[in-house]
């Protein structure tokens, strides 16, 4: 990282923006944090990193006034200081992005970004102005929606780009955000990391938590480590890499961070081939073939079209034209259960929305999918928990009690539940839709060794992924979409970030990757 | 423990009213008012027993009421044709009852898939067949009442009045329509199916559960526990009006509630349901017995007893949090 940033936390002159000393927090008996001191500065973006169940959030919380500490100090701009409530934090300019959307879905763009402090005239709402001036914020985060549109209508990424203009329209003086980038495209990415750091030189304070290692490589100018409660360290950005940054998470060392997947032969089977496929939610003109025991990546733009071809594949949206093989068998699914029935297990990105009954219990949840394996005509009980115990162990599923609720697992847990659920089918090919967001490093190492046993075992997966380094690592073959088609399958040594940028954003192959490899990208025209 | 107290709360309620009751009088635990009560309960109990599954699910059904009227009318006009066909008085009844559960499942299966298939809201669809049908019934009656045969009704009479072993016929399949829905929705998969879709829909979808058909099985449940109601209420005065089952649909919903059976969806409780159903029933008779509040207020009681019973429930939710 560049040197400019240390003038800030080195100079004595320049007060902390806010400052923790000795915090302590316990929800009932348990403690959660232990005696963190923590400070941002003006102009410093300060990244707070953790494995889920770490402290992050509930420490942010404390620091916005969402929560009181159980002991322990704050100091504003070096003043003592208690946030009586968040409304008393949010005067003085201290606005907390929370990892949840907080946005009122049937209102405008417009209104939500003005929510509670409209602008008006006389008695009346000043629409105009208020237009005027979300437009601008907007523009500055290069978010294309339209002010008026309702925030129901738009995409998860440019909900999460009008919850970031709700914040800095608020004038803040410390910004906290909570895995902004968990919904976000890089290139959504790069847009807000252009305007923290615009936000960063007129000398906003901001903390920012992530998971994604290299995006606090190329915004933080320091960051402070927790593990389980406690402060481990806070080190210049620029002074430790990503390997240290995952060993200070961790605690110990990510040797093989992804595990070795063969590659399977070119003459495996085809276990499913997919032939000009169209819908009416954005898929054009589709096809890839997917081979026994592979992992097969797909990448891809936010819009581009993975997870709607994969839902339209199993039946979730109807197909307009087009043909699916499995086998060499042509087949149809209507529905979810048609796939099922063929040994098609699709795993949704949207976890807490479309994967799990949070207010349900774990068992519950987990035979949910695969119900008829333990239902005569009654469920029997016994069986389902036997094999929900088989699995929690499989799985490493790490929870106090078959009995709690899916909501009070951690992020981590809660994607190795899922996971558990859909493969309890005994899927011959599993779609994974972003099998790792937003969960910590030491889960993400272990979904990638549950994709490689699945694997060895001889099943075919499917991986889309935002996170290109996963696609990498885990993918003998990548499709790459853009705009509802399949722009090119690289292979080999073709799979570099580059190529598949390239790809995703509609250029085509380019001529560098013509002379350093032999092989060109396959396009679907070759494979179908 | 948290759970349990769920459970528990409904029958603590329960038992209070029991209590108070012997205090305010003697006879009230008496057989005679006993098997009244229960009896009583039966009509309410059975319809709320449907509405544990629409309302677990997800859904609403308004229509209930009105439904009750409109398949007691078609009943009774239906066995008074036949009875000129037939001297077979009690092939008269069994097709009178047949058409009865046919009728009923059938309007559940409309309602059903006008909301799935039709993507209206339960409230919307239920709310206009619950209007048609009251219509339907006022115009089958010419704006009066609809008798049954006297003769057919001597006959049909002990499905209300009979009893085996001193236990009253409507309380013995109150009972049972209690055991099956409890089996059904806790004990096999589609009670499980039903209780997921109405905890979140998407999940359901993308659990490969086939949603609209969940709905609309659950509809159908409703539509039959209408027509068994109906089917022992129909025997008791042998006539249905255009006032018949008036406001039936709002005590079953309460009773549901009252049963801690979560009005947005995703739990359901039988045990509470019929539980909820005897309070109801419970309040009135406990007026009835006093003069300390007229009966007049029946309604007021029981509208602040379903307010606290939400309540309580919602206070001991958060705490679970």
């Given at each position: 990282?560049?040197s400019?940033?240390?003038?800030?936390?080195?100079?004595?002159?320049?007060?902390?923006?806010?400052?923790?000393s000795g915090?302590?927090?316990?929800?009932?008996?348990?403690?959660v944090?232990?005696d963190?001191d923590?400070?941002?500065?003006?102009?410093e973006?300060?990244?707070?990193?953790?494995e889920?169940?770490?402290?992050?959030?509930t420490?942010?919380?404390?620091?916005?006034?969402?929560?009181?500490p159980?002991s322990?100090?704050l100091?504003?701009?070096?003043?003592?200081?208690?946030?009586?409530s968040?409304?008393?934090?949010?005067e003085n300019?201290?606005?907390?992005?929370?990892?949840?959307?907080n946005?009122?879905?049937l209102l405008?763009?417009?209104?939500?970004?003005?929510?509670?402090?409209?602008?008006?005239?006389g008695?009346?709402?000043?629409?105009?102005?208020?237009?005027?001036?979300?437009?601008?914020?907007?523009?500055q985060l290069?978010?294309?929606?339209?002010?008026?549109?309702?925030?129901?209508?738009?995409s998860?990424?440019d909900?999460?780009?009008?919850?970031?203009?709700?914040a800095t329209?608020?004038?803040?003086?410390?910004?906290?955000?909570?895995?902004?980038?968990?919904?976000?495209?890089?290139?959504?990415?790069?847009?807000?990391?252009?305007?923290?750091?615009?936000?960063?030189?007129?000398?906003?304070?901001?903390?920012?938590?992530?998971?994604?290692l290299?995006?606090?490589?190329?915004?933080?100018d320091?960051?402070?480590?927790?593990?389980?409660?406690?402060?481990?360290d806070?080190?210049?950005?620029?002074?430790v890499?990503k390997?240290?940054?995952?060993?200070?998470?961790?605690g110990?060392d990510?040797?093989?961070?992804?595990?070795?997947i063969?590659?399977?032969?070119k003459?495996?089977?085809?276990?499913?081939?997919?032939q000009?496929?169209?819908?009416?939610?954005?898929i054009?003109?589709?096809?890839?073939?997917?081979?026994?025991?592979?992992?097969?990546?797909f990448?891809?733009?936010?819009?581009?079209g993975?997870?709607?071809?994969?839902?339209?594949?199993i039946?979730?949206?109807?197909?307009?034209?087009?043909?699916?093989?499995?086998?060499?068998?042509?087949?149809?699914?209507k529905?979810?259960?048609d796939?099922?029935?063929?040994?098609?297990?699709?795993?949704?990105?949207?976890?807490?929305?479309k994967?799990?009954?949070?207010?349900?219990?774990?068992v519950h949840?987990?035979?949910?999918?695969a119900?008829?394996?333990?239902?005569?005509?009654?469920?029997?009980?016994?069986a389902e928990k036997?094999a929900?115990?088989?699995?929690?162990?499989?799985?490493?599923l790490?929870?106090?009690?078959?009995?709690?609720?899916?909501?009070?697992?951690?992020?981590?847990?809660?994607?190795k539940?899922?996971?558990a659920?859909?493969?309890?089918?005994n899927?011959d090919?599993?779609?994974?839709?972003?099998?790792?967001?937003?969960i910590?490093?030491?889960?993400?190492?272990?979904?990638?060794?549950?994709?490689?046993?699945?694997v060895?075992?001889?099943r075919?997966?499917?991986?889309?992924?935002?996170e290109?380094?996963?696609?990498?690592?885990l993918?003998?073959?990548v499709?790459v979409?853009?705009?509802?088609?399949?722009?090119?399958?690289?292979?080999?040594?073709?799979?570099t970030?580059?190529e598949?940028?390239?790809?995703?954003?509609?250029?085509?192959?380019?001529?560098?990757a013509?002379?350093?490899?032999?092989?060109t990208a396959?396009t679907?025209?070759?494979i179908? | 423990?948290?759970?349990?107290?769920k459970?528990?709360?409904?029958l603590?309620a329960?038992?209070?009213?029991l209590v108070l009751?012997?205090?305010?009088n003697?006879?009230?635990?008496?057989?005679?008012?006993?098997?009244?009560?229960l009896?009583?309960?039966s009509?309410?109990?059975?319809?709320?027993i449907?509405?544990?599954?629409?309302?677990?699910?997800?859904?609403?059904d308004l229509?209930?009421?009105?439904?009750?009227?409109?398949?007691a009318?078609?009943?009774?006009?239906f066995?008074?044709?036949?009875?000129d066909?037939t001297?077979?008085?009690?092939?008269v009844v069994?097709?009178?009852v047949?058409a009865?559960?046919v009728?009923?499942m059938?309007a559940?299966w409309?309602?059903?898939?006008?909301?799935?298939?039709g993507?209206?809201?339960?409230f919307?669809?239920?709310?206009?067949?619950?209007?048609?049908?009251?219509?339907?019934?006022t115009?089958?009656?010419?704006?009066?009442?609809?008798?049954?045969?006297?003769?057919?009704?001597?006959?049909?009479?002990?499905?209300?009045y009979?009893?085996?072993?001193?236990?009253?016929?409507?309380?013995?399949?109150?009972?049972?329509?209690?055991?099956?829905?409890?089996?059904?929705?806790?004990?096999?998969?589609?009670?499980?199916?039903?209780?997921?879709?109405?905890?979140?829909?998407?999940?359901?979808?993308?659990?490969?559960?086939?949603?609209?058909?969940?709905?609309i099985?659950?509809f159908?449940?409703?539509g039959?526990?209408?027509?068994?109601?109906?089917?022992?209420?129909v025997?008791?005065?042998g006539?249905?009006?255009s006032s018949?089952?008036?406001?039936?649909?709002?005590?079953?919903i309460?009773?549901?509630i009252?049963?801690g059976?979560?009005?947005?969806?995703?739990y359901?409780?039988?045990?509470?349901?019929?539980?909820?159903?005897l309070?109801?029933?419970?309040?009135?008779?406990?007026l009835?017995?006093?003069?300390?509040?007229?009966?007049?207020?029946?309604g007021?009681?029981?509208?602040?007893i379903?307010?606290a019973a939400v309540?309580?429930?919602?206070g001991?939710?958060?705490?679970?949090?």
């Amino acid at each position: 990282m560049s040197s400019s940033n240390d003038s800030i936390a080195n100079s004595l002159d320049v007060l902390p923006a806010l400052r923790a000393s000795g915090i302590n927090k316990s929800f009932g008996p348990i403690a959660v944090l232990h005696d963190i001191d923590f400070e941002v500065y003006p102009g410093e973006i300060h990244a707070l990193l953790g494995e889920n169940g770490a402290g992050k959030s509930t420490l942010v919380k404390i620091l916005a006034g969402f929560e009181q500490p159980t002991s322990g100090s704050l100091a504003f701009n070096g003043a003592p200081t208690v946030w009586d409530s968040m409304r008393d934090a949010e005067e003085n300019g201290i606005v907390l992005i929370h990892q949840e959307l907080n946005l009122a879905g049937l209102l405008s763009v417009e209104e939500n970004i003005f929510l509670g402090r409209e602008i008006k005239k006389g008695l009346f709402v000043d629409h105009t102005t208020m237009r005027k001036k979300s437009r601008t914020l907007l523009d500055q985060l290069e978010c294309r929606a339209s002010v008026t549109a309702r925030v129901d209508d738009l995409s998860v990424a440019d909900q999460q780009m009008i919850e970031i203009a709700k914040a800095t329209s608020r004038n803040a003086n410390v910004l906290f955000l909570d895995e902004p980038t968990a919904v976000l495209t890089p290139h959504e990415t790069k847009s807000l990391f252009k305007l923290l750091r615009r936000l960063k030189s007129e000398g906003v304070a901001i903390v920012f938590i992530s998971h994604k290692l290299d995006e606090i490589e190329q915004i933080a100018d320091r960051i402070t480590v927790l593990r389980d409660g406690k402060h481990i360290d806070t080190v210049p950005a620029h002074s430790v890499t990503k390997d240290d940054m995952a060993r200070l998470m961790v605690g110990r060392d990510l040797t093989e961070y992804f595990p070795h997947i063969p590659v399977p032969d070119k003459n495996a089977d085809i276990v499913l081939s997919v032939q000009g496929v169209a819908t009416d939610t954005g898929i054009v003109d589709a096809g890839f073939d997917l081979r026994r025991a592979e992992v097969l990546g797909f990448a891809g733009l936010q819009g581009a079209g993975r997870t709607a071809l994969m839902e339209a594949l199993i039946g979730l949206d109807p197909i307009t034209t087009g043909t699916i093989q499995q086998n060499g068998t042509t087949v149809k699914f209507k529905t979810p259960g048609d796939a099922k029935t063929a040994r098609i297990a699709y795993l949704t990105k949207d976890r807490k929305g479309k994967g799990l009954l949070l207010g349900n219990d774990l068992v519950h949840n987990f035979s949910l999918f695969a119900l008829e394996k333990f239902t005569r005509f009654f469920i029997n009980r016994k069986a389902e928990k036997a094999a929900f115990d088989a699995a929690a162990k499989q799985f490493d599923l790490r929870a106090a009690s078959p009995k709690m609720l899916a909501g009070s697992l951690s992020g981590g847990n809660q994607q190795k539940l899922l996971l558990a659920k859909v493969l309890e089918i005994n899927p011959d090919i599993i779609i994974l839709d972003e099998p790792t967001r937003g969960i910590d490093v030491g889960a993400k190492s272990q979904i990638y060794g549950f994709i490689a046993d699945l694997v060895s075992q001889g099943r075919s997966v499917i991986v889309l992924s935002s996170e290109l380094s996963e696609i990498i690592g885990l993918s003998s073959r990548v499709a790459v979409m853009h705009e509802g088609r399949i722009t090119g399958v690289l292979e080999g040594d073709q799979i570099t970030e580059e190529e598949i940028m390239r790809f995703a954003t509609g250029l085509g192959a380019s001529t560098d990757a013509g002379k350093n490899n032999t092989t060109t990208a396959t396009t679907v025209e070759e494979i179908s | 423990m948290i759970i349990n107290w769920k459970a528990a709360g409904p029958l603590i309620a329960l038992g209070a009213l029991l209590v108070l009751g012997t205090l305010i009088n003697g006879n009230f635990l008496s057989t005679g008012n006993m098997t009244n009560i229960l009896t009583r309960s039966s009509f309410i109990g059975i319809i709320a027993i449907g509405a544990t599954f629409v309302i677990s699910s997800g859904s609403i059904d308004l229509s209930v009421g009105s439904m009750a009227a409109f398949i007691a009318g078609v009943m009774i006009m239906f066995m008074n044709t036949l009875k000129d066909l037939t001297d077979l008085m009690w092939l008269v009844v069994l097709a009178g009852v047949l058409a009865g559960a046919v009728l009923g499942m059938f309007a559940g299966w409309l309602n059903g898939i006008l909301t799935t298939r039709g993507k209206i809201e339960a409230f919307i669809v239920t709310l206009g067949t619950m209007g048609i049908y009251r219509s339907l019934v006022t115009y089958l009656a010419d704006g009066g009442t609809l008798s049954l045969n006297s003769q057919v009704r001597s006959m049909y009479r002990p499905v209300y009045y009979g009893d085996i072993l001193g236990i009253p016929f409507p309380v013995i399949i109150f009972a049972a329509m209690a055991v099956l829905g409890y089996v059904v929705l806790n004990h096999t998969a589609y009670g499980r199916h039903v209780q997921s879709v109405g905890a979140n829909e998407h999940v359901a979808r993308y659990s490969a559960i086939s949603t609209d058909r969940v709905k609309i099985i659950a509809f159908m449940i409703q539509g039959a526990c209408v027509a068994m109601a109906t089917i022992i209420y129909v025997p008791r005065l042998g006539s249905a009006s255009s006032s018949t089952g008036v406001l039936w649909e709002l005590e079953a919903i309460a009773a549901v509630i009252i049963g801690g059976t979560l009005l947005k969806g995703g739990y359901g409780r039988i045990g509470g349901t019929v539980a909820g159903a005897l309070i109801l029933t419970l309040i009135g008779n406990i007026l009835n017995l006093t003069d300390a509040i007229s009966n007049y207020l029946n309604g007021a009681v029981q509208g602040v007893i379903i307010i606290a019973a939400v309540f309580l429930q919602r206070g001991i939710g958060k705490k679970q949090k």
